[in-house]
Structure formats: structure tokens, C-alpha cells
């Protein structure tokens, strides 16, 4: 897929740069910046019934947009403009596999700080169960060395958003971990509570299981069950929809989300901007990693599958891991190549009819990086699991047209000075 532009669309898009130029507001930390108005307007510069149909009745789709801009200074260093669409920390969206990302990142933190001699990421990494709903992991046929690790299961989570790999870092983490560390470090608005595509009870998910790690046959680190001092989610309910679908019938009430995971589009974002851009928050909310942890992490975020060796997600020659599965924004209503001098790092969820990107996009060639997260729930029929959303037919579409309205705009948009973007040029599997 070719990225265009063409001159009248270049003239319209630079007069739009240069008339909204004086809306931008600078943001710290803390702030989102209210100004709806240059997204839309973005939007609306292009020829889209999709974005049409959107901005037409942005409340049914429940549309939540955060897109940061970039700035340089002589010395590199990264300045932000924060523009939101929608954006309401009160609006409640099932993140899905978006919540996967700080999840990988605290497994790396908290591997660190075990300090453990011998520990790291590549270590053997075996779950044992000790109490029910609990299941046991001593293989992975898909590794290298056909055994588990926390490398691996990150690895998987990126790629591909292996839905095991999040599971068994969540067990490894913690519910009280998980929680603590991304509320001391200004996360308030998350709560991730719960496994995935697994069907644990409340009080299942708050226990988690016996993990230990090794060299070979020696014992590295031992961790036993734990169980959540904390109630994490309490008694709130959070009622969506008309109805879903429960062992094959229809039940005809809202489906209580009270009890799911959670976390806003600003706090994605906010996970987002840590890992990418580190030096540029305050030290204690930092995630403790080191600059292979971050070397890592940017690889396997802007990994596509035909590049993973192992897994080897391209053995079958009708493997549906197309370059845009895990890519929404720009290419997610395509399955063409990606061109290789666009990368994004991101990390994105689908389910019960929402769809959430979070990404950190650059164009090496045209010297081009934003930051974009957006949420969007696409379920006409307000019935959950019957497997009949408008995914393919507007939540895609949409999301792909929001990275090439974007991207488009940023392309027009006139920098003081060009970014030295090698950082985030990394070696990949193949």
C-alpha cells in the first residue's frame, strides 16, 4: 500500500496546518488538550463515508481520539502537543488486549527488580497451578529452545497479541503488583483484573499461580501462589448494550462491564510515551528497565510476523498474519505490504465490538513521528458475544483512515528542526 498525496490535497492540508496552528496548546503530564477541533477537522479534510458516518454520531460509536504531536529541539529532545477528540476518562471501553502492553513492560520492571543472580528475560519460565481455574505450563513448542520465558511471551504478545503469553505474565505479576505499580506512577484510571479468553471467576483471577524460573536445572527465582489483598474492582456496575449471547441463548439485559478490565485512552498513551520516550517524564514514573529492556520492547512492538522466526508464523502458506494484523492505524483495512520504512510501535485490542490502537508511528524516509491512541466500539445490534460486529465494515476502515488522516497531516506539517529518529531503527528476527 502506497501512501499518497496530491498537490490539492497538500494545498488544503498546509492552510489547514497553518489555520489551526495557533489552537495548539501545550500540555504537561497531567492535562489533555480539549481541542476537538483540529481532529475533526483533519478528518473532514478527506473524502471518507467511513469518517462520515463516525463523526456523524460519535456517542453511538463511543469514539475516543488522542493524537500527540512531536517536536525537536537543536539537541533532539521531544516536546508534546496533546490533542483530543472525544476523550472522557468517565466513557468506559473494554480495552481487550491493549492492557497486554503494560503488562509486558511490568514483567520486564519486575524482573529487575527481583535482582535474582542468573534471572533475566530469556530464562526458563515454568507455571505450575495449586488451586482451581489454574493451569500449568512446562513447554512451548514455539521457542527456540522449546521452553517458556518472559521474552517469549512478550515476543507473542506483539506480534501477534497471544492471548496465553498475556495470561501467564499476568500470573507471574500479580493483581496487587500490576495495580500498585501503574497507580504510583499517576495511572489512576486502570484496573486490570483478569486474565483472557479464559472463564475464571472474580476471586480466581485475584489468585495466581506457583512460577518459578531456571538455568537449565538450577533453581533461579521460586514464586508461590498469591492471592490480592486488594479488591480491585468492588461492587460497581457498568451496564452496555441490550443484551449477549450466554451458552447459546439470547439473554436480554445489558452486559455488566463492571468487572473487566480497564484503563483510559489518556493512561494508554500515558504507558506509550514512558516506554518511547523515557527521558522526557519524571523519574518516578518511569518503569524500571534497563536499554536492552527498551531495545527489546522496540523491537517486538514494530515487529510484523513474516519477520519472526520464531514462532514461525509464515509456515503456513495460508496463515492469515498479514503484515496490518496487529497494525490498525494507516493499514488496518488492507492486507498489502507494509512499505519498510514506516514502522509503528503499538499495541492493540478487539473485542466485544471495540477496537483500540495505541501506536507510536514513524516514517523514516520522511522523517515523521506522532503518537496516536484511539478507542472505538462498533456493535449495532448491542448484543455481545454473537459474534456480529461491524469490525470489517466501519471499526476498521475507520481506524485506517484516522492513521492515514494523520500521518497525511504530519507529512504537511513544518518542523524547526528534523528528528534524529535511529533510536528507534532495530534489527528484527529474519
Same mark, same amino acid.
Given at each position: 500500500m502506497k501512501i499518497l498525496i496530491y498537490p490539492l490535497q497538500l494545498l488544503l492540508l498546509l492552510l489547514l496546518f497553518f489555520s489551526c496552528n495557533s489552537q495548539q496548546q501545550k500540555t504537561t503530564d497531567k492535562e489533555v488538550a480539549t481541542s476537538d477541533n483540529l481532529i475533526a477537522e483533519i478528518l473532514r479534510s478527506r473524502e471518507s463515508e467511513v469518517i462520515d458516518t463516525v463523526l456523524s454520531k460519535p456517542k453511538d460509536f463511543k469514539l475516543q481520539i488522542l493524537y500527540t504531536q512531536i517536536n525537536r529541539d537543536e539537541n533532539n529532545k521531544p516536546s508534546f /502537543?496533546?490533542?483530543? %477528540? $472525544? #476523550?472522557?476518562?468517565? /466513557?468506559? =471501553? %473494554?480495552p481487550a488486549s491493549a492492557v497486554k502492553f503494560p503488562i509486558a513492560v511490568l514483567a520486564l520492571q519486575k524482573l529487575n527488580e527481583l535482582g535474582a543472580e542468573g534471572l533475566d528475560k530469556y530464562s526458563t519460565m515454568l507455571t505450575d497451578s495449586a488451586a482451581a481455574g489454574q493451569t500449568r #505450563? /512446562? &513447554?512451548?513448542? /514455539?521457542?527456540?529452545? $522449546? @521452553?517458556?520465558? #518472559?521474552?517469549?511471551?512478550?515476543k507473542k504478545i506483539f506480534v501477534v497479541s497471544d492471548n496465553d503469553a498475556y495470561n501467564r505474565l499476568y500470573e507471574f505479576l500479580g493483581q496487587d503488583y500490576i495495580n500498585n505499580e501503574l497507580h504510583n506512577k499517576g495511572l489512576e484510571d486502570v484496573r486490570i483484573v483478569h486474565r483472557l479468553s479464559v472463564f475464571n471467576t472474580p476471586e480466581q483471577n485475584r489468585t495466581t499461580n506457583p512460577v518459578s524460573f531456571y538455568d537449565n536445572a538450577k533453581v533461579l527465582y521460586q514464586q508461590d501462589m498469591v492471592s490480592s489483598r486488594k479488591n480491585w474492582v468492588g461492587d460497581q456496575s457498568i451496564p452496555l448494550g441490550k443484551g =449477549? @449471547?450466554? +451458552? $447459546?441463548? &439470547? #439473554? +436480554?439485559?445489558?452486559?455488566? =462491564?463492571g468487572q473487566n478490565n480497564f484503563i483510559s485512552v489518556a493512561n494508554l498513551q500515558d504507558v506509550l510515551k514512558a516506554v518511547i520516550f523515557p527521558e522526557a517524564i519524571p523519574e518516578d514514573r518511569r518503569f524500571n528497565l534497563n536499554d536492552e529492556d527498551y531495545r527489546f520492547l522496540y523491537q517486538y512492538m514494530s515487529q510484523l510476523p513474516k519477520e519472526t522466526t520464531y514462532p514461525n508464523y509464515m509456515a503456513d502458506t495460508s496463515s492469515h498474519y498479514y503484515d496490518s494484523y496487529s497494525k490498525f492505524f494507516i493499514f488496518g483495512d488492507t492486507k498489502d505490504t507494509i512499505p519498510g520504512h514506516i514502522r509503528i510501535f503499538n499495541k492493540i485490542g478487539m473485542a466485544y465490538g471495540f477496537l483500540i490502537d495505541n501506536a507510536y508511528v514513524v516514517d523514516f524516509e520522511n522523517n515523521i513521528e506522532f503518537m496516536l491512541t484511539a478507542a472505538i466500539y462498533v456493535n449495532e445490534n448491542q448484543v455481545f458475544n454473537d459474534n456480529v460486529y461491524e469490525y470489517d465494515e466501519i471499526g476498521l476502515p475507520f481506524m485506517a483512515e484516522l492513521g492515514r488522516a494523520i500521518f497525511e497531516y504530519e507529512l504537511a506539517r513544518k518542523k524547526e528542526h528534523q528528528a534524529d529518529l535511529s533510536k528507534f531503527k532495530v534489527s528484527y528476527d529474519k
Open positions: /502537543t496533546e490533542y483530543a %477528540y $472525544g #476523550v472522557n476518562r468517565d /466513557t468506559y =471501553f %473494554y #505450563v /512446562t &513447554l512451548d513448542s /514455539t521457542a527456540e529452545s $522449546g @521452553m517458556p520465558s #518472559v521474552a517469549h511471551y512478550i =449477549f @449471547m450466554q +451458552n $447459546g441463548s &439470547l #439473554v +436480554n439485559q445489558p452486559k455488566d =462491564f
